[in-house]
């Protein structure tokens, strides 16, 4: 067989990611016709698509640089665009430049976030996520409109405090607040039986109030990055919070010394 009949693309893993794509456009599509609720379910519809591609790319052994890439692009659209344009639409259009400006830092934001996470594969610790991640990002925002199409609140009447929480989500994500990541949680392994009784109380729980229990997980699971933060470190610095930092990988090639040239090498050691 040539090799150009050997090239393609994996379909099942690329085939969820363009149903999590799918999921942010409609998204999109719905807060602009006024639909806002069945606009924050479809990004945590994008969500659960989110979390089974890369899942199911490992177990069927069909990772891929285009699946990583395409990935990548989606969660753009999904946790950046989508949230940032479905809470502009429902609460921040009134604000006028103060609604656009906040809903511009979200995006910036997840664009960022989603830049930094690309250059950390393979040196970061998987066991936290530097910054709070866009999916948990763009579930805050958009559980927020959940909850207030869900009990008749009017956004643009509480437009300041859509935009204080819309813009605190982008810097959230660009920020060096460590987050549980959760890859460390055996789901191979046996748990006790109440363990079974307590995840089903969970869904229980969701089932009957979903917008608002949904928002409440994802605003503290927000808030416990600083709190974690400000209760490990001793004396909070600015590396703490925001801008470069140590597991930066341009950081890291910038901290690196510059190599000499053969040329002047060869000076050197013919002076010594």
């Known amino acids: 067989m040539s090799e150009n009949k050997r090239k393609g693309i994996y379909l099942l893993p690329n085939l969820l990611t363009t149903a999590g794509l799918f999921s942010g456009f409609f998204a999109v599509v719905s807060s602009m016709n006024g639909r806002f609720e069945a606009a924050a ?21 069909t990772q891929s640089d285009f699946g990583a890439e395409f990935d990548s692009m989606a969660d753009m659209v999904s946790f950046g665009v989508a949230p940032a344009l479905v809470a502009y639409n429902w609460g921040l259009s009134d604000l006028g430049k103060l609604g656009w400006l906040a809903a511009f830092i979200y995006v910036a934001g997840a664009a960022l976030r989603l830049a930094r996470f690309n250059t950390q594969v393979g040196i970061a610790d998987k066991r936290f996520f530097q910054g709070l991640a866009s999916p948990a990002s763009a579930a805050l925002v958009s559980g927020l409109v959940w909850v207030g199409v869900e009990y008749g609140v009017n956004g643009n009447d509480y437009g300041l405090v859509v935009a204080l929480i819309t813009g605190a989500a982008g810097l959230l994500m660009v920020s060096n607040f460590k987050y549980n990541s959760f890859k460390e949680v055996n789901w191979h392994g046996k748990v006790p039986f109440v363990a079974l009784l307590l ?12 917008a608002l229990v949904l928002f409440i997980v994802f605003a503290l699971y927000a808030l416990a990055g600083p709190i974690n933060t400000f209760r490990t470190v001793d004396k909070m610095t600015l590396d703490d919070v925001v801008g470069d930092h140590e597991e930066d990988a341009d950081f890291i090639d910038n901290k690196a010394e510059p190599t000499k040239p053969a040329d002047a090498e060869t000076e050197e050691k013919s002076r010594n």
Do not use: H, Q, S
């Not at 989110?50 to 069927?60: F, I, K, S």
């Open 41 to 61: 379910v479809a990004i945590f519809v994008a969500m659960i698509f989110d979390g089974l591609d890369g899942r199911v790319a490992r177990m069927t052994n």
């Open 199 to 210: 995840i089903l109380l969970v869904f229980v729980v969701v089932a009957t109030e979903p």
